[in-house]
Nanobody, 115 residues
Framework: QVQLVESGGGLVQAGGSLRLSCAAS????????MGWYRQAPGRRRELVAT???????DYEDSVKGRFTVSRDTDKNTVYLQMGSLKPEDTAVYYC?????????WGQGTQVTVSS
């Protein structure tokens, strides 16, 4: 079965950096589109970034230039390097694996940015 395990969240001051990791198992990682989503209290879950198996990348507009998504096929892991963090980046961040009609989610990791 597909498992996605996130790590790397925490509390950081505005302007700081964090790196999130998502270890994937139970899927063919090299061909799976991976992504990061986030959900703030009282808001809908929103896309942050996606990366395909061929390396095509998309970012949500508000994180462009600040966040970088990458993947390591040898480790079946996808990363989200977050810089210049803002209080509005505070949310639970979820790892996503998208395969055809199916989406799989990790348990989420909290990121809190203090002002």
């Amino acid at each position: 079965q597909v498992q996605l395990v996130e790590s790397g969240g925490g509390l950081v001051q505005a302007g700081g950096s964090l790196r999130l990791s998502c270890a994937a198992s139970g899927l063919i990682f090299r061909t799976t589109r991976m992504g990061w989503y986030r959900q703030a209290p009282g808001r809908r879950r929103e896309l942050v970034a996606t990366i395909t198996g061929t390396g095509n990348i998309d970012y949500e507009d508000s994180v462009k230039g600040r966040f970088t998504v990458s993947r390591d096929t040898d480790k079946n892991t996808v990363y989200l390097q977050m810089g210049s963090l803002k209080p509005e980046d505070t949310a639970v961040y979820y790892c996503n694996a998208h395969m055809g009609r199916y989406d799989f989610w990790g348990q989420g990791t909290q990121v809190t940015v203090s002002s």
